[in-house]
């Protein structure tokens, strides 16, 4: 049992917080997944479409603090190298 009123909030606010990163960290895994496998068919407007999409949702996370900013970047940068090579 919490001690102090902060604590007792902060016990309530995180298991909310967990699951909602947690519903948003799957999702990222799964449109990563989802631009990955694009890339094995050589169609290059499915591949940016879903890439697209992965940069929007990547900026959300990072702007919410899901992960950091630095992370984001990183994957939209990997992602983009190998959208590049499959012109």
């Known amino acids: 049992m919490a001690n102090t ?4 909030k902060r016990a309530r606010q ?6 909602r990163n947690r519903k948003v ?3 990222l ?6 631009v990955s496998t694009s890339f094995a068919g050589t169609d ?3 591949s940016r479409k879903n890439y697209e999409k992965l940069v929007s ?3 959300k ?8 900013k630095n992370v984001a970047n990183r994957r ?9 090579a499959l012109a």
């Open 5 to 8: 009123k902060s604590a007792a």
């Open 57 to 59: 949702e990547l900026d």
């Open 76 to 84: 939209k940068s990997r992602l983009a190298k190998k959208i590049a």
């Open 29 to 34: 895994k799964t449109e990563t997944k989802r």
């Open 14 to 19: 995180t298991p909310k917080r967990t699951l």
């Open 44 to 46: 290059k407007a499915v």
């Open 61 to 68: 996370a990072a702007k919410r603090g899901v992960i950091h």
């Open 25 to 27: 960290i799957t999702a």
